[in-house]
C-alpha cells in the first residue's frame, strides 16, 4: 500500500479509534504511541550482483510501559495531525509503499506490511503482517524457494552467484 492511500483511508475516517492487528485477535496495546515516520532508502546489491535502489515510508509504534492503563486507543485524527507535522518538516514520500514497525513483549520488532483494513462505526483496525526474505536473483542462482523451506541464494555448491 502506497503511503497516499494509507493517508486517504485516515482522512475517510476520522473520529475513529486507531488499532494495529499484528497477529490474530492481537493488537497494539492502547498504549502505544506513533514515535518515529521515517523516509527510508535501500540501496542494495544482491547476491547476483544486481543493484536494487527502493523507497518505503516506515511508521514506528511503540508501547509505553507507563501508560498501561491507559483506556482508549489513539485516534485516527491525531496520527492525521502528526503525519502533518512530519511533513511540513520532513515532506512525506507519498507515492512509496508504507511498513509499520512494531514490536513488543509478546511479538518481536518487525517492519510489516499492511494486509488490510476493517472498519467499524467507532475503530479503523489496520491489519500488519510480517513478509518472509526473499531472494532477487534467485533467477541468477537457480534456487527456486517453497513456501515450507526459503533457501538463501549462496546455499547452493552450484549457485552462480556467490
Known amino acids: ?9 485516515l482522512k475517510e475516517n476520522t473520529g475513529k479509534a486507531l488499532l494495529f492487528e499484528y497477529a490474530k485477535n492481537e493488537f497494539a496495546g492502547m498504549n502505544y504511541h506513533l514515535t518515529e515516520v521515517k523516509n527510508v532508502q535501500f540501496n542494495s546489491v544482491d547476491c547476483g550482483g544486481k543493484a536494487n535502489n527502493w523507497k518505503e515510508t516506515h511508521l514506528q509504534l511503540w508501547e509505553s510501559p507507563n501508560e498501561l492503563d491507559k483506556k482508549e486507543y489513539m485516534t485516527v485524527d491525531k496520527v492525521l495531525s502528526i503525519l502533518n ?6 515532506p512525506l514520500w507519498l507515492d512509496t509503499e508504507i511498513r509499520i514497525e512494531f514490536g513488543n513483549e509478546l511479538f ?8 488490510e483494513f476493517k472498519i467499524t462505526d467507532n475503530q479503523l483496525i489496520i491489519k500488519i503482517y510480517t513478509v518472509n526474505t526473499e531472494c532477487k536473483a534467485s ?4 534456487v527456486e524457494e517453497t513456501k515450507e523451506e526459503a533457501t538463501a541464494c549462496c546455499g547452493s555448491e552450484t549457485s552462480s552467484c556467490c
Open 1 to 9: 500500500m502506497k503511503t497516499k492511500e494509507f493517508i486517504s483511508k
Open 85 to 90: 507535522r512530519v511533513d511540513r518538516i520532513n
Open 108 to 115: 518481536h520488532t518487525s517492519i510489516l506490511k499492511i494486509e
Open 139 to 142: 533467477d541468477v542462482c537457480g
